[in-house]
């Protein structure tokens, strides 16, 4: 392992300017007054999220949530946004059941502003509005995701201005390790998984298949002359990661994965229109640890998304995303420094664009770091330049202190610049705008945290202003040349709250809470975001009993808007109940059970496309080792 220097044991949360954020502090610090002494976390794991650098969690200068493997494997889930649904400040929203279109909504932010990698590959899109494809990335080859909130344009450059998501596939281990899970569940769901890891010598590796089906559910509930039937899917992915030891401080790894698609969605009226996808990444890691304190990491990585849809006639959509990262860090008495070089190509193959089927560009990034720990005092810097083949220069910056002001108490202030250049499709499609600006963010924080043994607390405060947010506008006169619509640079958006969480024991049970107070609105009419909720929540528990392993959680939300027209909040609120149990079969077997929203309840997450109401999962999973 890298040694970890002085400077890296400080944690964050984040600083506002004192007389708009007065109230709310106040009540931040209030609130923590009132849950400090019944909570929880474990703030040792080990993270990179934060600034690209190893980290531990309680040394981190950032608002970071950690799902590690074991909570991944008890959730019992189907899809990794079931799983990320309960990390504070996120919410989703879903047409239909798994494999059809989903948003992440970070802090109250679009899709599109949250940066996502997995093994430290650049998962995004050129088509639309961009952003990660949430619904092909699987769930069965995730051993640990990292969830990073707030402005880090400075540390990953143009997307993340809402915040990060590092996904981690499973690495090898000594010997040899194989496991296979089949599992079924309603609408007909059925999913089987099966691979192996292991390492000997300098060598590790690791493999994994999966399969899934479903016959599916109604997804299409509203509209004249609705087609119904059962929109199911289909879902098929593999993944590989090898790593080889090269010698005592020098390491290289290697990790490909795959996914196909093909799920139901009934966009129109009459007809069982289907989305087919795939999605295929690459990425080859070569680190090496000079010395003790100078450590150099060189990356390249290549991410191929397309998209195909039938709903009466073929559209098809494809980017190609390249990646080639050089990261340096020196670390001596004085502090952390670190220097990177970054550079990004982005393709984007779509008959829909003017001039051509294919359109690129690219990005070179240089962005340095500094951080540095005296006392109970923490401070981080980072500063980046990226400079684009279209826009030309764009800087970023984050400043980030931490002051541990108590035993186990923790006051954190940061302030952060990003941006998002729009996609080649929202510049050159026939509904785009070649004159489009760059979209800018401002984001500050407060943050209180506090932690001791099992227990542990955190409040956050947050303002993020978005400038010239990207708009997708129709109606008369708005896109004279364009009569269905186009993307212009009208809006103005302010994403602002609180988020409170916390984890503690009560004899045999365990306890996780979050609940976020967010405001995410358009600045000029103070309208709030479609399809985002003001409040949200969720309160877990886990126990052991006789041999099971029972969790139960309770998810709400709040009524949302599911578009800008709307007089009303046509979504309504909710509350769903979800069980899970695992037990132990026998030596090498484990059961996992799961039914999700328990009560049944009637809900939705977009106008005229239903959920899936109750269901039942039952898998079997075997592990000799």
């Known amino acids: 392992m890298f040694p970890m220097n002085v400077f890296e044991q400080r944690r964050q949360r984040a600083w506002m300017p004192a007389m708009a954020w007065r ?59 079931d799983v990320l649904a309960k990390v504070p400040g996120i919410q989703i929203s879903r047409h239909g059941g798994p494999g059809t279109d989903t948003d992440l909504f970070l802090r109250g932010a679009n899709k599109q ?6 093994d430290g590959i650049r998962i995004d899109a050129q088509n639309g509005s961009g952003g990660a494809p949430w619904e092909s990335l699987s769930l069965e080859s995730i051993e640990r995701v990292e969830v990073l909130r707030g402005a880090a344009g400075a540390v990953y450059g143009s997307d993340a201005m809402a915040g990060a998501v590092q996904i981690f596939t499973r690495r090898g281990e000594p010997g040899f390790n194989p496991y296979v899970s089949v599992g079924a569940g309603t609408h007909g769901t059925q999913k089987s998984t099966a691979g192996f890891s292991g390492g000997q010598g300098a060598w590790d590796y690791a493999l994994g298949l999966s399969y899934a089906d479903s016959e599916g559910f109604d997804a299409k509930t509203g509209g004249p002359k609705r087609n119904v039937d059962k929109d199911g899917y289909v879902r098929k992915s593999a993944n590989a990661r090898v790593g080889l030891q090269l010698s005592a401080s020098q390491r290289l790894d290697f990790t490909a994965l795959t996914s196909d698609s093909n799920a139901g969605y009934d966009s129109r009226a009459q007809g069982d229109d289907r989305t087919i996808r795939s999605l295929d990444a690459y990425g080859l890691n070569w680190q090496s640890d000079w010395t003790p304190d100078v450590r150099t990491r060189v990356a390249v990585s290549q991410s191929r998304q397309s998209w195909d849809t039938w709903d009466g006639k073929h559209y098809h959509a494809e980017t190609l995303l390249r990646n080639y990262l050089v990261h340096n860090e020196w670390r001596s008495r004085v502090g952390t420094f670190s220097v990177l070089a970054e550079r990004r190509e982005d393709t984007l193959e779509n008959s829909s664009l003017l001039g051509g089927d294919e359109r690129s560009r690219d990005q070179n990034a240089l962005g340095l770091g500094y951080g540095v720990y005296w006392q109970q005092h923490a401070v981080q810097l980072n500063l980046r330049h990226d400079r684009d083949s279209d826009f030309g220069g ?31 499709f929202q510049r050159f499609s026939k509904n785009g705008d070649a004159s489009l600006k760059p979209e800018e963010s401002r984001n500050m924080e407060l943050g209180l945290r506090w932690g001791n043994k099992d227990r542990a607390f955190s409040a956050t405060a947050y303002r993020n202003r978005i400038e010239n947010l990207v708009s997708y506008e129709q109606g008369s006169g708005t896109c004279p040349a364009v009569a269905q619509g186009c993307y212009l640079n009208v809006a103005e958006a302010q994403l602002e709250g609180i ?15 979050s609940v976020d107070f967010q405001n995410p609105h358009d600045v000029e009419n103070g309208r709030l975001l479609k399809r985002r909720s003001k409040r949200f929540a969720t309160l877990g528990a886990e126990t052991s009993l006789a041999g099971w392993t029972l969790g139960t959680e309770v998810q709400a939300a709040s009524r949302r808007f599911n578009d800008d027209k709307e007089t009303v909040k046509s979504l309504g609120g909710y509350t769903l109940v979800n069980l899970s149990a695992s037990r132990q079969l026998a030596k090498d077997f484990t059961l996992t059970a799961r039914i999700d929203n328990a009560l049944d309840r009637d809900y939705t997450l977009a106008k005229d496309y239903a959920t899936a109401g109750r269901t039942l999962w039952l898998g079997v999973k075997w592990m000799p080792w």
């Open 499 to 513: 988020t409170l969480a916390g984890n503690w024991r009560t004899g045999i049970v365990k306890w996780y809470a």
């Open 394 to 424: 764009k800087s970023t910056a984050t400043l980030a202190y931490g002051w541990d002001f108590a035993p186990h108490w923790k006051a954190t202030a940061s302030v952060g610049t990003g941006f998002k250049v729009p996609t080649l």
């Open 113 to 118: 502003h949250t940066a996502v990698y997995v």
């Open 23 to 81: 109230p709310v502090s106040l009540a931040v610090v209030c609130l923590a007054g009132l849950v400090a002494p019944a909570a929880a976390a474990a703030l040792d794991e080990v993270v990179v999220s934060a600034t690209r650098s190893e980290q531990r969690l309680s040394d981190v200068l950032a608002d970071v949530t950690v799902l590690d493997g074991d909570v991944l494997e008890r959730s019992g889930a189907l899809a990794l946004e």
